[in-house]
């Protein structure tokens, strides 16, 4: 505490990311990093661009991978806004587009929501989800609060499809709709191709979990020109070089190489299914994920005993003290030898509680 | 123009940065860049972390970056906030210490102080500097707004000493003194060492021009930890991984490899001085600079019409439609080479338009 912050500043609550231990022994299923290293395609990119250059500043509209973006998802470019993560494009659109409105989203959701709606002042109100985790758009249609999802949902992995968010973007066309689809990816329908027809509809995307780039930084937004436009203009207030060269270089590399895309995608799935199969067989519920984790809960053993007894064995999970979700563990999908060895240690485990 | 739009959208005047022009063609002294590419030894830091570690989060508190800062500064690194260049940290800082309030800045001066002004509604004053464009410590003295310099000024080039700077934090201990350095490096006096004594004292500082690192977009600010901890408060409201991880590597050896700074800057003082004196033999005057750029208006010819005959001949300086400094040209020190080239056809454009 300082005299000098403004009142503000003592009220703010941060959000705390998952734990990023330097130590390599560690089986790390905690902050769902990508199972895989970044494409070779894109680790030669970086090569090319780590040299001389680099004492210029990087192109402040990110041209190139803007171009990238537009060829990818099949959108102008206009339509495109890039900043520093998911993170940062979506802190800029919560001061652009929500600063001191009333803005709806779940109960269960990312924990960073409630931050910046802090942040900037935002009324925010968190609607339950159903008993399953799952949600029922009904009850949020004909909201004239904006609402921001994460769909697939995060820590839930749950999804809702295309038309469930045509639904609710129609069903109020003055009514902001964000679509946060961090995790998108594995399996997920994207409402890209809705925002042709909704000017009210606002995606976003990370290339964190996606394409293996957590280590980099690089989000965008896919809207209308004019929401763009708004979040070029706050961008260009706040700082006009947000992704550095190599950011850029790597995250234009990782978007034109679908094929990785399309192999990456099914070698979580798989993998994903081996764990889920496997935990149901010891007594787990584990959701239906359709991202690059689990949410799951033991028949019987607290969520807090088996999160410090896999910690015990050097796997890290994530887990949360809140209410509702106490008893759950969110996992990320690692590597087929990660998944086989987090089951036998979850074996040792269940039957050691229970047996 | 969008009717999601927040109603202060429409007011913000953005930040126009320096042109980036792709053409290699061109002799670009209009950004500020370092004549010299960076360190051998941050290239070779680049390529030892460009590997499969990126698919990992990047360290939220960039602890590696701040205990390198920490041994070069000699201040602990409970002093020291990093962030996404010095821009972003000064529009955290902005945020968390100057936020509606009465700031007092220069009328000729870095052009983000009046846009960070606009997004986080600060009063901003704007005292004018002297007809020489110095600046008089006197009366900047004893007010009660927080003051933004920075120090060497830009785009003037002129410093304040560390005396001046201590007198204005010492003629009231109750106003925040903010200092943007980043221009360091050059043969300014830092304030760093008043930190200490002065829980008023902010310093920030930028690796874009000391560490031909432009194309990193990493900075920092030192002050006492209060101050640093609004900034790290409102930095894990907003993003908690705004460097990623070859930004952090290459900035810790970027700072790490003090010999290179040191030679570094020497050659471009030396730069400095030749390109002063070459354009003083032909009618220029040129102030005094402590900064990688000199700021320069010819006894006859108007600044908009040597800009234009440079920019004809592939040369590209900054300059400025603004009436007080309307005559006059903002140079970056380059090579010598591009030094020599410049005063060649400064000496074909004076003779052609005088002679």
Known sequence: MSRFWIDKISGLKPYVPGEQPTSDSLIKLNTNEHALPPAESVLAALRSASGEALRRYPDPTASALRSAISAAESVPPDQIFVGNGSDEVLAHLWFALLKGRRVQTLDTTYGFYPVWAGLYDAVLTEVPVLEDFSVDVDTLKNDDAAIVLANPNAPTGRALTRDDIALLADSNSDRLVVVDEAYFGFG???????????????????????????????????AQPD???????VKDSFNSYPLDALAQAAAAAAIQD??????????VREVREVMSAGLRAIGFEVLPSQANFIFTEHQ????????????????LVRRWDKERIEN??????????????????MREIVSAETG
């Not at 000017?199 to 290339?207: A, F, G, P, Y």
């Not at 929401?227 to 203009?233: A, T, V």
């Not at 996992?331 to 998944?339: D, E, L, P």
């Open 188 to 222: 997920a329908e994207t409402a890209v191709p809705l925002i042709a027809d909704h000017d009210n509809l606002i995606v976003t995307r990370s290339l964190s979990k996606s394409h293996a780039l957590a280590g980099m930084r690089v989000g965008y937004a896919i």
């Open 227 to 233: 929401l763009i436009e708004g979040l070029i203009r």
């Open 258 to 267: 679908t094929q990785w895309l399309e192999n990456a995608s099914r070698e």
């Open 300 to 315: 019987s053993l607290a969520g807090r005993q088996i999160f410090d007894a896999l910690r015990a064995r050097d796997i």
């Open 328 to 345: 759950w563990l969110r996992i990320s999908v690692g590597t087929m030898a990660q998944a086989e060895q987090l089951l036998v240690v």
